[in-house]
């Protein structure tokens, strides 16, 4: 039987896919393990933006730089986060959590007082880089998922936000894009990454232990 450590073996970055189409129960298995991902006070900043039509797709490469996963693709996967920790945003988020878990709302004023103020104190632009920094363990769970499925997937940051934002009207919505997720199947022909030996830094560099 395998396990996690099995499945991160068998993944890499993917630089050439079939554009064969991913079953949907496996697209959802992965966005609901994307979705049940910690983040921060639990707000979950971030949004994903799934993309399966060819067409907006090819619009999207030389955004991208041009990288073939962008269109060989069954779907690219868009997390997009808040532009700001608004207080209406963090309302909204202990709302919901009471809501859904039919408590006085009062209960989760302390959270949701320390959020405000903590985000409050922050520029725009910090926000945006510890809401990217969220999304980023969503990304990871969804990269480990997919593996488990047997997708493979490319994670990128190499775009033009600014342009990628426009293009998906963005601002319109309060978010901007932080990375890609290109999902798919490998090309065991063209891709010339499959061949190359998986390689990490020396175990004993990458963990230290104190004790």
Known sequence: MKNILDFLNWRYATKRMTGEIIEEEKINAILKAAHLAPSGIGLQPYEIIVISNPEIKKQIVPIAMNQAPIVESSHLLVFAVWDEYSKERIDKVFDYLAEKRNVDSVQYDKQRNFSKQFFGN????????HAAKQANIALGVAIVEAASEGIDSTPMEGFDPIALDEFLK????????SMLLALGYRDEVKDWNLKLKKVRKPFDEFVTFLQ
Do not use: Q, T, Y
């Open 170 to 177: 963005l601002p319109s919505k309060g978010l901007r894009s």
């Open 122 to 129: 922050m520029s725009i632009e910090e926000n945006f880089h």
